[in-house]
């Protein structure tokens, strides 16, 4: 393998320019899992991005809770503040492996890494996550419900790096992550489950679901209109119009439809409860 280490972020951009088939790495946590068997990956050029002290902090505006594309697991986690604002966030990564991979493992890359059973991208999408892609043509900015265009497909080019995940800082009446596996931690999930609800309206995120990490709008209209739900069946309707899963070794399409129709409804029935 070729590792490349730029000095700086301007010729970290340089080296992915000029070769279109390098890959940025940073914590490495999902490509030394594979590592063993795909030969092919020890032929590649790697961009190691660990010097780029710029993109490892995160940071507050105003508006905003600001991650870096080099920002850990273990940055949010034990960031007071955020545990505060954004309390799905310590959730999830909480939940991303053990502490060691909680503490190399970055947010832009559960991003780009593109997996639909990840843990960090439902509660980033939930909370209306843009993604800051940055090359030598400048900066593009993409909020994460749009990132996806397919399976392991997003809106990044080879020359492109994510240096920012920004979050919109705002008030929400109702936050819950829900991860379904065969444990809490060091698992991936069978079903996945982030929703969030403040003043720009209800978000339902699902995870191991569909090809990709994805917002449901069907069952969003359908809470947006308040209409009581009676039972995890009533949600069913609206759940399949969102998802698409499929039979695999986790899991059943039959399994994961039926379990995240009922964490919906027993997590929203507990939620109409406290407001009557």
Request: aromatic share 6%; glycine share 8%.
């Amino acid at each position: 393998m070729n590792v490349l280490l730029p000095g700086s972020l301007p010729e970290a951009l340089d080296m992915l320019a000029s070769d279109g088939a390098a890959i940025p790495i940073a914590g490495g946590t999902d490509l030394l899992v594979h590592w063993p068997v795909r030969v092919d990956a020890h032929d590649r050029t790697y961009v190691d991005l660990s010097r780029l002290d710029a993109l490892k902090p995160l940071s507050w505006t105003a508006d905003e809770l600001v991650l870096g594309g080099l920002t850990t697991y273990w940055d949010v986690i034990r960031d007071a503040r955020a545990a505060q604002e954004f309390p799905l966030l310590g959730n999830a990564a909480r939940q991303v492996g053990a502490i060691q991979i909680q503490a190399r493992g970055t947010w832009a890359g559960n991003i780009v890494n593109a997996s639909p059973a990840a843990d960090g991208v439902p509660v980033l999408m939930a909370y209306d996550a843009v993604v800051v892609l940055e090359s030598r043509r400048g900066r593009e900015q993409v909020p994460l419900d749009r990132f996806y265009s397919g399976y392991k497909e997003m809106r990044r080019h080879p020359d492109q790096l994510v240096v920012e995940i920004r979050i919109p800082r705002r008030p929400y009446s109702y936050q819950v992550f829900e991860k379904v596996g065969g444990r809490r931690a060091q698992a991936i999930a069978k079903v996945g489950l982030a929703v969030t609800r403040s003043g720009a309206g209800w978000r339902v995120v699902a995870a191991s679901v569909a090809p990709t990490i994805r917002r449901c709008p069907a069952v969003e209209r359908l809470l947006e209109t308040g209409t009581a739900i009676a039972s995890p069946e009533a949600l069913l309707p609206a759940v399949a119009r969102d998802v698409a899963p499929i039979d695999d070794i986790r899991s059943s399409a039959r399994y994961r439809t039926h379990v995240m129709a009922r964490l919906l409804y027993h997590d929203l029935r507990d939620f109409w409860g406290k407001r009557g």
